[in-house]
């Protein structure tokens, strides 16, 4: 640092062109090195936790065995059988149809919610926090509360519905019915998560545009669609990359609740990906399914920057 | 800057009316917004009450009908075999520790790393941010498998630090601690390195102090999601003594066997050590965007 300060004080009066252009590379030597040292803790997690088991996914995609025996080239094996997996084909299916039931219930719920904590102005800390309570919940534990609450034969819903005169319905055990309840769980522990965060994105908004927009005579309805939805862009692009790639991964509870059943109704990828690692001796499937999986999510959230993004 | 939530109490009760982005509701809105509410915290809190009836009372009791909602009398055996039988203490150690340790740590690698990314002019700046930024979409889950085998490699199975290094490679927060960085004036920082404070000290003595409100958001949910965490602990732990609770509550239950007294016990006993952190921080958390992160 101090080099760099006696170069900087002489500067007024003799630096030449040459000597200032040297202070200028060996200044930015310096700053280079210093920044690598400020990432240095989160480039080595990074290299040993993301970026090896990234390259080591792709490798053993076109590898056979190496767990017990020597791992062994195979070439698209591997791709071709986890194409031609039916049951990669229906996990695949239950995760996207999972996220696409998952996200817009809990984004719509969370969305009101929170233009209605925006509304009052008395009691509204106990309502949030009472709101996050499901949040701080671990997945599991979510889904064994639901596991009680949905329970045929004591579960408080289908008490009401034999009082009400009906049959009981086994949630979890309805081929149709297990994969809505499990994102209807999730729907419930994620709405306080997204409260908070649209409430955040629509206190920041500014107050002016909405005093014009009411001295225009634009309505309530009018007013959200027109302004509040385009300006909560940014907070839109989060939460839609976030969610996407939080429930791809879909696995705590259908592992907790269902163990992928009834009849694989429920089995998603990452639970499938997770049996491969235990269930068959080689990995070269579990693999090219996991990979399959990153460039998944990796394209989508790619695809949803695209769209998503302020456009300059 | 992200303010504090009592500069927002403040602000709405002194402008009486809705908070600053809005405008003054008509009482119709008001009663309405009350009613839609009202709703939301019954749905997010009854599930709770279901969970504390069934953990006071004998499991066999539960399927008596009609139903008894308030347990008489009060049975405490669900939380004494809790307790006893099962080493419960050790898991909320192990989730405390392990989430605390990853969150301390995170906070200060993000924050140093957000501070390389928002204040340096280096060679590469734009290749690592790219790196960060990709990693941001790789998911955890998809790389159980290697992650496995690095870890075994490293000979860390079954320890406390197979639970707390590879949650560290989360990019996430370096964009959040960035986003609050970007935000401090240069001039503050040109006249501490004119002082002939180095970088190191700069980002402590300046940077550091504030940001403080952003890091306790930071913080709260880094925490957040490593005490949910489950999928990876299941991997990489296996005595049931080193384990962390989500998957120590999951293994109450098997297949053949449902005591649902002991289960929501269990569950119960779990909530409360996360609701009393959050509740510490909570004024801070609630209005805070985090959205601002991923901007640019």
């Keep these: 640092m101090t080099d760099v300060d006696t170069g900087l004080s002489s500067t007024q009066l003799t630096l030449s062109p040459e000597e200032h252009r040297r202070l200028r590379r060996r200044y930015r030597r310096r700053t280079t090195l210093t920044a690598y040292a400020f990432l240095g803790p989160n480039l080595l997690a990074f290299i040993a936790f993301l970026l090896i088991p990234v390259v080591w996914l792709f490798v053993s995609t076109f590898r056979t065995g190496g767990v017990l025996g020597p791992a062994e080239f195979v070439g698209l094996d591997n791709w071709r059988d986890t194409f031609a997996d039916p049951l990669a084909r229906t996990s695949i299916r239950n995760t996207v149809v999972y996220s696409a039931m998952a996200i817009p219930a809990v984004f719509i719920i969370a969305m009101v919610l929170a233009l209605a904590l925006r509304t009052i102005s008395r009691g509204s800390a106990p309502i949030r926090v009472a709101l996050y309570l499901p949040t701080l919940q671990p997945a599991v534990v979510a889904a064994f509360i639901f596991a009680f609450v949905l329970h045929p034969d004591f579960g408080v819903i289908n008490y009401a519905i034999r009082g009400l005169g009906g049959d009981p319905i086994n949630f979890l055990g309805d081929t149709s019915l297990a994969l809505p309840t499990i994102a209807g769980i999730e729907v419930w522990r994620g709405t306080g998560f997204w409260t908070m965060m649209f409430l ?27 302004l509040t939805l385009p300006l909560l862009r940014p907070t839109f692009y989060f939460a839609v990359i976030f969610a996407t790639i939080v429930n791809l991964q879909l696995f705590d509870s259908v592992f907790a609740l269902t163990d992928g ?51 300059k | 800057m992200p303010g504090t939530y009592e500069d927002e109490t403040r602000e709405v009760e002194s402008s009486g009316s809705a908070a600053r982005s809005g405008l003054p509701a008509s009482r119709p809105a008001i009663a309405l917004s009350y009613v839609i509410l009202l709703v939301g915290v019954a749905i997010a809190l009854v599930p709770f009450l279901y969970v504390v009836s069934t953990s006071l009372k004998e499991t066999t009791s539960l399927f008596s009908y009609p139903p008894d909602w308030i347990p008489s009398p009060i049975y405490w055996g669900n939380f004494e075999s809790l307790f006893a039988d099962h080493p419960f203490v050790w898991w909320t150690f192990n989730t405390l520790f392990v989430a605390g340790a990853v969150t301390v740590l995170k906070l200060w690698f993000d ?30 889950s998809a790389l159980i498998i290697p992650l496995f085998f690095v870890v075994r490699y490293l000979g860390l199975l079954n320890t406390y630090w197979a639970l707390i290094l590879p949650p560290l490679a989360n990019p996430l927060g370096i964009f959040m601690a960035r986003s609050f960085i970007v935000g401090i004036p240069d001039n503050l920082e040109d006249s501490a390195r004119l002082d002939g404070a180095s970088e190191f000290t700069i980002y402590r003595k300046i940077v550091l ?44 239950q098997s297949a053949f066997l449902q005591d649902w007294g002991l289960l929501s016990a269990a569950m119960l006993a779990a909530a409360i050590p996360i609701t009393l952190v959050f509740l510490l921080v909570q004024k801070a958390f609630v209005v805070n965007d985090l959205s601002g992160a991923l901007k640019e």
Excluded: C
């Design chain 2, 209 to 252: 102090p504030l940001i403080r409100p952003g890091l306790v958001v930071l913080g709260m949910f880094t925490f957040m999601l490593q005490y949910t965490s489950f999928i990876w602990p299941l991997i990489a732990v296996q005595d049931s003594e080193r384990q962390v609770l989500a998957v120590g509550i999951s293994g109450l």
């Design chain 1, 200 to 226: 955040a994105g629509l206190t920041a908004l500014p107050s002016e545009l909405y005093h014009a927009a009411e001295i225009d005579g634009a309505g309530a309805i009018r007013r959200f669609l027109r």
């Design chain 2, 111 to 140: 924050t140093m790393a957000g501070y390389a990314l928002a204040k340096m002019e280096f060679t590469g700046r734009r290749g690592v941010a790219l790196l960060f930024l990709l990693s941001v979409a790789i998911p955890i």
């Design chain 1, 261 to 311: 059943g009834p009849v694989n109704s429920t089995i998603s990828v990452s639970l499938y990906i997770y049996r491969s690692l235990f269930l068959f001796g080689d990995i070269g499937f579990g693999a090219t399914l996991s990979f399959l999986l990153v460039i998944t999510v990796l394209v989508l959230t790619g695809l949803q920057t695209f769209l998503l993004r302020d456009r």
